[in-house]
């Protein structure tokens, strides 16, 4: 089994063929896939698709590329609330974006804040969304005190990984793994410890090889998985045990019964 650990179901790519998302990513072995939230109106939507399918589950959260334009639509208290859904196992994503520099950067970082601090009072794993953003990210996270979660779709230099993961947090490995010119990510995971990864597609951007330019989907989690079976020096199957066990780990309100609707 993998787990597909950030996905955007809801984007119109993906819900425009819904069945057939679904059906590929289980027939490809895809377990459990995590719909991620990226802003407060689109929440409804995000967990609606998440009661609806036994396999999917949601986060809440707001993306920093929206932090500005929600203002405090989400406080912590809101975050914490909707957080006790019983499908809602992550707080995210969130973070810190300096690449596109959509919302100005203070306003990014007092989101990030009222993230961790849910995370915290949830005991949730934050979902992290860092660009261009490794040293703020690590001082953000280290002066709000002890929390965990992942470096969602990490694509950052290697003191981010290395301070995430001595700060206890987890690495997920999107299809920019498998780009040509990925070899310094290559090299980070090569030297990340087998029980600190996850893997994710973040569809349906990011299309592995061989889908690269095309719509990303669920069920292209397998090829990152597999770039990194090699990279590893283990089987695929390998990856699929370890990074599932590692999720489960993670995301302690995702029970690890049978994969559901195969
Ligand atoms: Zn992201
Ligand atoms: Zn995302």
Redesign the pocket.
Known sequence: MLIDSHCHLDYPQLAADREGVLRRARAAGVGRMVNIATRSTDFDAVRVTAEQIDDVFCTVGV?PHHAHEEGENFSTEDLIKLAAHPKTVGIG?TGLDFYYDKAPRDIQEESFRRHIRAAQATKLPLII?SREAEEDTIRVLKSEGPSTGVM??FSSRRILAEQALEIGFYISLSGILTFKKSQELRDIARDVPLDRLLVET?SPYLAPQPFRGKPCEPSYVVHTAQVLAEIKGVSPEEIGRQTTENFFRLFTKVKPLAPAGV
């Open positions: 993306h994503e969304h969602h779709c973040d």
